[in-house]
């Protein structure tokens, strides 16, 4: 690992002192000095944040190789770097970057040392989605929470500003510095395909408190929070990824609802801000996503929020910020916007020469790339990536996983479990009259690919608690043979405890469960994503809500339903009832305990 003065030398001598945190831009003048001796290239690089395939920086797997030939055109990280100077990298669990915390950190040393070692070397934001919950990159033996969903059912910022330190002292540990993290989006749409129990909830002013809490706790690890996804995707039936948004909320109910987390990400210091690729005619009517809207980045965003951090797209292989225009447009109009990083475009070699042509000709001034740039770079600074861009080894095993990490998150965890329905006192469950439990349901992909599957979880749970039980994996689409073995198998059980997963009016999942009661064995439901599905299953006579099927929550739901700890978390969203969507069933704040 090259030591810390080659670091510095590297970097053209700016001092430690740029490392050094805090609101003013003190080092302005330095930094500026810097981007005056890049050339239009690398300033163009220094916009884009870009994925890559493989576990090293300079000798990743051949198939990775390939992948990397045939998408960017370039074999490894660090012929990515050399060839476009990119700003940012991007880790994914698909493109083999997080096999586990020690390679990670080889990883993100390659990749710092790649870009170090060219001419007007620069440090490298690194970045990842470790929202925790249903969306996570790193998986176990980093330490997994709860998702912002069920963060919103404890209700607790310290437990938010926790989840922010410890998450980021382990991403810092393994040299991740840029967290796409908190979702600050106000979720009131139930149908919303893409966010639900990535959000804090439906209540705008507890979804800001989490949300700063979050941020604190990331940005006190040193890793740059990122709150999205502006101007908010809360209300959306469609998912942006395969479609294009619209937000119909008059100017009156976005300043009430969805501007209300943002406004306090950034009262709170947020690093960068993540733009959502939805259209919301109130604030501007020209028909482009958000993304590309000067009037809702630089209008709204810098002038009436008055943020002056980081502005970055989501990822611009999304459809919903490709059905209007091109891939070679799609850069520069977001940076005619506003926009300071660029995520992840379908091809790097259209959208960075792209911007290079438009400064060429004029579309585009190189001083607009180096107001960018001065962001990026300031960033940097506050993170300490110029006094020291690189990890060790030792860091990892003293930091990620360690036993005081994992029981926080235990702890957290058992405060976010919540109990929607409870008759005649089903639960806890006592292992003398139910000691023998039959665990079915569905039983989703983990989110990390470390974890899971859920059924066996909590089984395993269940039986480490004292009782005898028994898991059968029924899936979230049922087949009438399915459903008939596992009836047969509850008829052998004292208590039946089945997994729900995004259940609706038409599932299988009804039919299951249905025909579960009807045995008379007691049934227990979880709700393992949306805690809409209760609505869908009024013959159950216990249900949980557990917001995700991670292990972390399902090992608490396990400990409620056995009664080692209380349940204590509260709806962060209202449920509606089934039959009449205009009537709530269960309010925000409905939770009930033993």
Known sequence: MPSRRTVLAATMGVTASLAIGGTAHADD?????????????????????????????????????????????????????????????????????????????????????????????????????????????????????????????????????????????????????????????VNVNPANPVIGVRSFGADPDAVAGLVAAEVKGYQSSQVAAT??????????????????????????????????????????????????????????????????????????????????????????????????????????????????????????????????????????????????????????????????????????????????????????AERTTTLLVNEEGLLPLSRRTHGKVLVVGADPASPSGTTGPPTGVLAAALGELGFTATARSTGTDPSAATVAAAVAAAREADAVVVATYNVTAGSSQRTLVEQLVATGRPVVAVAVRNPYDVAQLPSVAAYLASYSWTDVELRAAARVIAGRVRPRGKLPVAVQRADDPTQVLYPVGHGLSY
């Open 29 to 185: 003048t330095r930094l500026r000095s810097l981007i005056s001796r890049m050339t239009l290239p690398e300033k163009v690089g220094q916009l884009f944040v870009m994925r890559v395939y493989g576990h090293s920086a300079t000798a990743p797997d051949q198939a990775d190789i390939d992948a990397n030939l045939s998408e960017i055109g370039v074999r490894t990280a660090a012929e990515l770097i050399a060839k476009y100077r990119v700003g940012g990298i991007i880790y994914f669990t698909w493109a083999h970057n997080t096999r586990d915390p020690h390679q990670i950190a080889d990883l993100s040393n390659g990749i710092q040392k790649a870009s170090l070692s060219q001419p007007r070397g620069l440090p490298v934001l690194v970045a990842t989605d470790q929202e925790h919950g249903i969306v996570c990159r790193i998986g176990a033996p980093a330490t997994l929470f709860p998702g912002a969903m069920a963060i919103g059912a404890g209700g607790s910022r310290d437990d938010a500003r926790t989840l922010g330190r410890i998450s980021g002292a382990e991403l810092r540990a393994m040299g991740v510095n840029q967290d796409y993290s908190p979702d600050a989006d």
């Open 227 to 412: 709150a999205k996804h502006f101007p908010g995707h809360g209300d959306t039936a469609v998912d942006s990824h395969f479609g294009f948004p619209v937000i119909t909320h008059s100017r009156e109910v976005w300043e009430a609802l969805d501007a209300v987390p943002f406004r306090a990400a950034v009262k709170a210091g947020i690093d960068s801000i993540m733009t959502a690729h939805i259209m919301v005619p109130a604030l501007d009517d020209s028909g482009d996503p958000a993304t590309l809207s000067h009037p809702i980045l630089t209008g709204i965003l810098r002038g009436e929020l008055g943020y002056d951090g980081v502005v970055i797209t989501d990822s611009l292989g999304m459809e919903g910020v490709r059905q209007k225009y091109g891939d070679d447009r799609v850069p520069v109009l977001a940076l005619k916007a506003g926009v300071d990083q660029l995520l992840n475009p379908p091809s790097l070699d259209v959208a960075w020469n792209a911007v290079l042509k438009a400064v060429q000709g004029g579309e585009l001034t190189e001083a607009r790339l180096d107001e960018s740039i001065l962001r990026v770079l300031r960033l940097k600074a506050r993170l300490g990536l110029f006094q020291n861009a690189y990890v060790s080894q030792a860091g990892v095993s003293r930091t990620v996983g360690t036993r005081s990490h994992l029981a926080a998150a235990d702890r957290i």
